[in-house]
Structures are given as structure tokens and as C-alpha cells.
């Protein structure tokens, strides 16, 4: 089954930390509607950090240095394995493959800085 979200991505510094909330229009099968969601981003250093849930609790860490981070994390059965890719200062990619007896799906993402 094949989905789409279009919509806003905002990031906005609160402390030590980065809110990533997104907001947009989902067609995802037989829905049609709005979606959100919320990552928290602790920096701790200029290109490393930990993402977090919208709940505070840890997802994976983040080293983006390279300009590319590999990332693997396990949650009960399911393995997400994830790519973030830095394309330019105003684009950045990020794609996960997610398998395990609770959840099976591809998501491909690509962000982009809205002109001031």
C-alpha cells in the first residue's frame, strides 16, 4: 500500500534542544486527513545529538559530521533501519526500512527550507 504526507516540518531551538514537530495532509490508504508528529533533538555537540519521542524517551543517537548517518535501533521485534543524508544547506533526506512482526513499510522523506 502505497501513502503520501505533504506539509510543514518546523524546528524551533528550546534550550539545549531542537523541537521537530510536523504537521500535514495524509492519503494512506482508505484515510484521507491530517498527521502529526514530534521528535526532540538534544544537541551535544555541533553535529551530534540524541533524538528523542515526542514523550522524551530515547529513539537513536545522531552523528552527522559525515554529512550521512546510518542509524539502527530495535523497538520489541521490530528493527528500523534508518539513512539521514544532508543534500545542502537547505535540503536533507531521511529513510527508514522498518520490519518485524508488528510493522512492515518503507518511508522515504525529503525536507526543504521554505524561502523567507
Not at 9 to 20: C, Q, R
Not at 50 to 70: C, I, K, N, Q, Y
Not at 93 to 104: C, I
Request: proline letters at 5%; glycine letters at 10%.
Amino acid at each position: 500500500m502505497l501513502g503520501r504526507l505533504t506539509g510543514w516540518a518546523v524546528f524551533t531551538p528550546s534550550g539545549d534542544e531542537l523541537v521537530h514537530d510536523e504537521e500535514g495532509n495524509l492519503k494512506f490508504g482508505a484515510y484521507r486527513g491530517p498527521a502529526t508528529r514530534r521528535y526532540h533533538l538534544v544537541i551535544d555537540r555541533p553535529s551530534s545529538g540524541m533524538v528523542r519521542h515526542a514523550d522524551s524517551s530515547p529513539f537513536h543517537p545522531l552523528e552527522l559530521l559525515s554529512g550521512t548517518a546510518e542509524i539502527r535501533h530495535r523497538c520489541g521485534g521490530d528493527d528500523y533501519r534508518g539513512r539521514y543524508r544532508v543534500l545542502d544547506e537547505n535540503r536533507f533526506t531521511v529513510s527508514w526500512q522498518v520490519t518485524g512482526p508488528r510493522k512492515q513499510y518503507r518511508l522515504a522523506t525529503l525536507y526543504c527550507r521554505a524561502e523567507a
